[in-house]
């Protein structure tokens, strides 16, 4: 039977851990900027919309008003 190093393995697995944490600070602290100019991008896309023209609709005829139209001159 092999002898467990229980102090090594506890300072690499302390240092796994630290490491884990560390990176979801970078991962939360990006998230969050992500957040932040998701945020922005959103407010200056409703602001533009809000200074664009408004579309013009355009008249469509209705299939059903150009078959009537076609059945009376018939």
Do not use: C, F
Not at 30 to 35: G, H, I, K, S
Not at 49 to 56: E, M, Q, S
Request: charge should be negative; avoid cysteine.
């Amino acid at each position: 039977m092999s002898e467990i190093d229980v102090d090594k393995d506890l300072e690499v697995l302390k240092t796994e851990l630290s490491n884990i944490q560390t990176q979801l600070v970078n991962i939360n602290t990006q998230r969050t900027e992500l957040m932040s100019r998701a945020q922005h991008v959103s407010g200056a896309i409703a602001y533009l919309n809000g200074k664009a023209d408004p579309p013009v609709a355009e008249e469509t005829e209705k299939p059903e008003d150009k078959t009537t139209e076609e059945n009376s001159e018939a």
